[in-house]
């Protein structure tokens, strides 16, 4: 297996467009993790599925982000409009079964909004 | 939602000497499982070990091995032998046994000096 991939690797974008990160998780992995990586806050868990269904959506920042998961194999983190304060490297992770596995990541995506 | 501590933002050590980096977390819950990330410059996030709650034994691997004090709720990792390529940021990890929620430590940078 390829691993979790995450794409774009890097994006820059104008304070005001939408954003679109996409992730296609681990073949037969059932939990999906978005995290955002910033030097202030570290690693902060925005939104988890299990089975593709959205569990805990508490730590996303505000209405402007959303994520979806359609099916298995693909999910997106959505900010609509973007912010310079969105700027950070947003990571995606997926993990099978039990809890007692680790969660396997992506390269992560650096956003830049300018 | 759990929270976990590391209160070592950066932390150095001399080669082939020994550091250790602290993690503390806040949870209700009596079955959980914990883990160290090791992050290099690469932005990969690397599995270093895991810890279930439920063992007294403390993990091992090679030169990486953990002090877990659950009545402490506490959860260091010992690295033995420091070596060049062990530089990196190191996150630790609270995953819940009830719902897959997985949640990171703000991270500690760690130098090793030659």
């Known amino acids: 297996d390829a691993g979790v991939i995450q794409s774009p690797r890097h994006e820059v974008t104008e304070m005001g467009q939408e954003v679109t990160l996409r992730c296609k998780p681990i073949?037969?992995?059932?939990?999906l993790f978005w995290y955002r990586q910033t030097m202030m806050r570290g690693l902060e868990l925005l939104i988890y599925?299990?089975?593709?269904?959205?569990?805990?959506d508490s730590g996303m920042p505000e209405d402007r982000f959303s994520a979806k998961m359609p099916n298995a194999s693909f999910s997106t983190l959505k900010i609509q409009p973007s912010e310079p304060r969105d700027s950070a490297v947003y990571f995606c992770?997926?993990?099978?079964?039990?809890?007692?596995?680790?969660?396997?990541f992506g390269q992560g995506t650096r956003l830049t909004v300018v | 939602a759990q929270t976990v501590t590391q209160s070592q933002p950066e932390m150095s050590v001399q080669e082939a000497e020994t550091v250790t980096l602290s993690c503390t977390y806040d949870?209700?819950?009596?079955?959980?499982?914990l883990f160290w990330y090791k992050q290099p410059p690469s932005r990969q996030m690397i599995l270093v070990i895991r810890?279930?709650?439920?063992?007294?034994q403390n993990a091992t691997e090679n030169r990486f091995s953990v002090n877990f004090q659950k009545a402490a709720k506490s959860f260091s990792l010992k690295i033995s032998d420091s070596q060049l390529g062990d530089a990196a940021m190191y996150f630790c990890?609270?995953?819940?046994?009830?719902?897959?929620?997985?949640?990171f430590g703000a991270g500690t940078r760690l130098t090793v000096k030659p």
């Open positions: 992770a997926s993990s099978f079964g039990a809890t007692n596995t680790e969660a396997f």
């Open positions: 073949s037969g992995h059932n939990s």
């Open positions: 599925f299990n089975n593709n269904v959205p569990i805990d």
């Open positions: 949870t209700s819950e009596s079955d959980y499982y």
């Open positions: 810890q279930e709650a439920y063992k007294q």
């Open positions: 990890a609270y995953r819940s046994a009830s719902n897959n929620d997985m949640r």
